[in-house]
């Protein structure tokens, strides 16, 4: 248990502490985009997929137990292809939900992906698990519509073409940073997996895996109940905490305010 608290403890310490669960893009952010061009949209692409966390984790645990490249480029293919398809043509379509539900899907793709790991549907279901091809394309395509609905904040222009480069070129940069992402997964793995420890601490790793897609699915949920609207930013504020602050102290302001008039 100390283990599995020091393996997590930094994930929590940046999830917490960081604004990814912020939706939106401020107009300056959307104006460089239409003055970088093209190679912006790659740069976005590729930092978003490896500052994405939960497109990250559920990565790891697809590739945790792959060890032959062949398995490694199927698997890897077929997750690529999902996400690719619904990128697009979601995008392109303008079709869109609310953010916070499709992550809380993608959280629990992560969930799935630690439980499988760990032969839960064997070990406590009894039966057999699922294809894992079919459900990591069945995952690709949903991580794809969730990046689409980040990639449709963007100023993608009226032009069809011009729109089309622009998704393309944002769908490439995702692939340029999923690559950098699992160069360092799999150089870490193949390092692990030399060590005795690797087989003794898998199912702790997985069990981490599962624990931290739960709160994230927890936390997007969170954010879900203070939307009205699909199309409504979950936060009034990136700082989610600070709201809270700000509620609680005009609350406090309006109470000392009746006070007085009864007074």
């Known amino acids: 248990m100390k283990i599995l608290k020091l393996l997590l403890l930094p994930a929590l310490l940046y999830l917490a502490g960081s604004d990814a ?4 893009m401020s107009a300056a952010d959307k104006q460089s985009m239409l003055d970088g061009g093209y190679l912006r949209y ?9 500052t994405g966390y939960d497109h990250l984790l559920f990565l790891f645990g697809v ?3 792959l060890e032959t490249f062949k398995d490694i480029v199927k698997f890897i293919t077929v997750f690529t292809v999902g996400h690719s398809i619904t990128l697009i043509f979601a995008t392109f379509l303008g079709i869109t939900a609310n953010y916070f539900l499709i992550d809380a899907v993608i959280a629990l793709s992560v969930c799935y992906k630690g439980f499988d790991n760990n032969q839960g549907f064997r070990n406590y279901l009894g039966i057999k698990a699922p294809s894992l091809l079919a459900m990591v394309f069945g995952f690709g395509l949903i991580h794809g519509f969730g990046l689409s609905t980040r990639l449709q904040q963007l100023p993608l222009g009226d032009d069809s073409m011009q ?3 622009r998704i393309l070129s944002f769908n490439v940069g995702v692939e340029v940073g999923q690559i950098v ?3 360092f997964m799999l150089l870490l793995l193949s390092s692990w997996r030399r060590i005795p420890s690797f ?15 739960l709160m994230l699915m927890i936390m997007q949920l969170h954010g879900y109940l203070h939307t009205t609207g699909p199309d409504e ?3 009034a504020e990136d700082n989610h905490a600070h709201h809270h602050v ?3 102290s005009e609350s406090n302001q309006e109470g000392t305010l009746n006070y007085e008039d009864i007074r």
Request: glycine share 12%.
């Open 21 to 24: 669960f912020a939706h939106g």
């Open 246 to 248: 700000k509620l609680t």
């Open 163 to 165: 729109m089309l480069l």
């Open 233 to 235: 930013f979950g936060f």
């Open 42 to 50: 790659i740069w976005l692409g590729a930092t978003h997929m490896l």
């Open 199 to 213: 087989h003794k601490f898998s199912r702790v790793a997985n069990d981490g895996l599962m624990f931290l897609g």
């Open 181 to 183: 992402a699992l160069t």
């Open 63 to 65: 590739v945790f137990f």
